[in-house]
């Protein structure tokens, strides 16, 4: 079955940087294209990036053009969120999201990333 696990969240202070991770199985990872979305306290949960299923295209939520890039490793079925220049508005939870042929949207557990001084 598919299963979506992140990991690399955690504290930062602001200006900061960190790199999220998320090993995909169960599925044919290299034949799709992958999704960051993120939930803050008391928000809907919204898009941060998306990304080709060769890595040769990406687009990116407004608020992180610039700070956040994107990146997979198929070998490793493996999708990355580097994020620089962390602002406390990034708080919240990271998942990632595959979307199956037949539009079935499928999410990992999330990651916490928190960011103040």
């Known amino acids: 079955q598919v299963q979506l696990v992140e990991s690399g969240g955690g504290l930062v202070q602001p200006g900061g940087s960190l790199t999220l991770s998320c090993a995909a199985s169960?599925?044919?990872?290299?034949?799709?294209?992958m999704r960051w979305y993120r939930q803050g306290p008391g928000k809907e949960r919204e898009f941060v990036a998306f990304?080709?299923?060769?890595?040769?295209?990406?687009n990116y939520a407004d608020s992180v053009k610039g700070r956040f890039t994107i990146s997979r490793d198929n070998a490793k079925r493996t999708v990355y969120l580097q994020m620089n220049r962390l602002k406390p508005e990034d708080t919240a939870k990271y998942y990632c999201?595959?979307?199956?042929?037949?539009?079935?949207?499928?999410w990992g557990q999330g990651t916490q990333v928190t960011v103040s001084s």
């Open positions: 999201k595959h979307r199956s042929i037949r539009d079935y949207d499928y």
């Open positions: 990304i080709t299923s060769n890595g040769g295209s990406t």
């Open positions: 169960g599925f044919t990872f290299s034949n799709y294209g």
